[in-house]
């Protein structure tokens, strides 16, 4: 059982930026891939970036694609999603999420989901 617990999200304005720390417990953290999500009011809940165990590879959505950096610490069982030039459009509950290797790293099939972390962002 993998449990994950996000922080660091907050109430920012347009152009500003935030950290979300993901903290995992178990011994798997190294070798499982890791996502950020995040789910608007009315929406559908959609990956955001992914990296795999290397943190070599990583995925990134069209709408955060150069302004939001993945990375991960396996010696900390942490993963970071760095957010730069944060807009209105990215208010939205951001949750991260770890999953076996194996699956594409766009793929949004993940085993394991944190409680979700509040980021709202105004113009």
């Known amino acids: 059982q993998v449990q994950l617990v996000e922080s660091g999200g907050g109430l920012v304005q347009a152009g500003d930026s935030l950290r979300l720390s993901c903290a995992a417990s178990?011994?798997?953290?190294?070798?499982?891939?890791m996502g950020w999500f995040r789910q608007a009011p009315g929406k559908e809940r959609e990956l955001i970036a992914a990296?795999?165990?290397?943190?070599?590879?990583?995925y990134y959505a069209d709408s955060v694609k150069g302004r939001f950096t993945i990375s991960r610490d396996n010696a900390k069982n942490t993963v970071y999603l760095q957010m730069n030039s944060l807009k209105p459009e990215d208010t939205a509950v951001y949750y991260c999420?770890?999953?076996?290797?194996?699956?594409?790293?766009?793929?949004?099939?993940?085993?394991?989901w944190g409680q979700g972390t509040q980021v709202t962002v105004s113009s």
């Open positions: 999420a770890s999953r076996p290797p194996g699956a594409e790293l766009g793929s949004s099939q993940y085993t394991y």
């Open positions: 178990g011994s798997t953290f190294s070798t499982y891939a």
């Open positions: 990296i795999k165990r290397s943190a070599i590879n990583t």
